[in-house]
């Protein structure tokens, strides 16, 4: 260190003390400090963990434990997302909210066990019952033979896109829906309930009832016999498991409204990364509980020309 208005060595000394002094200070300072502050205001730069970070600190602003059931609401979670001082992160209630497969859920929400529920236009059930049905069984199963489907190629349409919502097209017009394992009828009405709408119910999770208001659902499909509806959630990818919320809250939008005026057949087709068609038929066995679903039937496809 040297500065030309500076000729005394004592001087130069003494100033090269205080320098010393003041940067281990100064380095002390900023040491307590990254001790004092909570872990979510460390700034994580790996992507892939912002959503569980940001889970973290809402449960944190919550003062939540995880031990035991609590309803949110948007506003708590927004209102969490004002204290959040770590890497940028948006925390919109629904897209947050929005937890489709059993493994994708934060790592929180895997830690203390929990799930969560839409109940309410910006409100969720945060809960402790498996809301999810694994797929893995049946998919895995090596006694299931893949069945040849031949695909309509009379229409210019279905041959554009590979969209669930275009597989459902080409199985609808394939014939495959009015076969016996499914409707064994022919196709009145369809596709309708097609896009976004909201239920109202009481279900019950763990014989606790729970009141669902005004909760928006979405249909990919939904075909009517003569004495049959039939319901169509399609995905695409090698998924291991799904919401059951997916399927329970159009089916209980049409359950309380026909009741048993026509039976409703549920179905949930995947078709993985090697374009085949797998396709579960699903029964509530309790109209009014949402984890009472049971698998009836389970089949594998392939389409070809």
Known sequence: MYNKDIENDEELNFLEEEFTKVKINTI?????????????????????????DVWTHIFNFLSYDGINEKIITSNDIKN????????????????????????????????????????KNGTYLLTKTNIYYMLNDEMNSNMVDIIKLKKNNNSLLLKIGNSEMTNIDNLRYSGLFEQIDYLNETIIYG??????????????????????????????????SENKILLIEGKSGNNKSFNIRQLYYPYRAIYDN?????????????????NIIHIW????????????????????????N
Do not use: M
């Open 28 to 52: 002390d300072i900023i040491n307590n400090n990254i001790k004092d502050k909570p872990e979510h205001n460390i700034i994580n730069n790996n992507k892939s963990d912002d959503i569980i």
């Open 191 to 224: 596709p309708v309930l097609n896009g976004r709408h909201r239920c109202s119910f009481t279900t019950k999770l763990n014989n606790k009832e729970i009141k669902i208001l005004g909760s928006q659902y979405e249909t990919d499909s939904c075909f009517e």
């Open 258 to 274: 026909i009741k048993d005026k026509k039976q409703i057949i549920i179905l949930y087709i995947n078709v993985d990364k090697n």
């Open 80 to 119: 969490a997302g004002k204290t959040w001082k770590g890497s940028k992160s948006q925390f919109e209630p629904r897209l947050l909210c929005k937890q489709d497969t059993f493994e994708k859920r934060p790592e929180i929400f895997k830690k203390n066990n929990l799930c969560i529920l839409s109940i």
């Open 281 to 304: 038929s699903f029964k509530f066995i309790i109209p009014d509980e949402l984890t009472s679903i049971k698998c009836i039937l389970y089949k594998k496809y392939k389409l070809i």
